[in-house]
């Protein structure tokens, strides 16, 4: 016979945590390609939404081969060191909810 509690325990099971490098390495290739569309973006001509995200990577000319060198690679590591502090506080919260 079943019963609600098992239901009830699978709806508040909180022992699953987060890979810290599986979120690093996504966290930074994601704002890496991120930024790579955004500099595509550049030689659109309507497209100047885009420079806002550039510029916060690098202070080279929106479309030169600086900006994408130096804003892929301050993006790549700003990504994963948001990915990673994601899944270490994300980690660390669900601790809480564990009896």
Not at 54 to 76: K, M, P, Q
Request: net charge neutral.
């Amino acid at each position: 016979m079943a019963t609600a509690t098992s239901v009830a325990f699978s709806a508040t099971d909180h022992r699953h945590s987060l890979s810290v490098i599986r979120l690093l390495v996504t966290g930074g290739f994601t704002a890496a390609i991120v930024f790579l569309l955004c500099w595509i973006g550049t030689f659109i001509p309507f497209a100047s939404p885009t420079h806002a995200y550039i510029g916060l990577f690098t202070s080279a000319d929106y479309s030169s081969e600086r900006a994408l060198v130096e804003g892929f690679c301050w993006s790549l590591l700003f990504g994963g060191l948001v990915g990673a502090v994601f899944a270490l506080i994300y980690n660390a919260i669900g601790r809480f909810g564990r009896e």
